[in-house]
């Protein structure tokens, strides 16, 4: 059976907009192989923009 880490790993989503914020998620590698973006609330500028994943 496989470990819980090894389906779902942990990843960052680092904003697109250059502030530096991220968001700690988890991905599931099946449906999601590849590296994912999500478009997501900054804080900082205050306003939806993309993140994407960053390992």
Do not use: Q, W
């Not at 449906?31 to 994407?52: A, G, M, T, W």
């Amino acid at each position: 059976m496989a470990k819980k880490n090894d389906l779902r790993p942990l990843i960052k989503l680092r904003s697109t907009a250059g502030t530096g914020y991220t968001y700690v998620t988890r991905k599931n590698r099946r449906n999601d192989p590849d590296r994912i973006s999500l478009r997501k609330y900054d804080p900082i500028i205050r306003r939806h923009v993309e993140f994407k994943e960053t390992r």
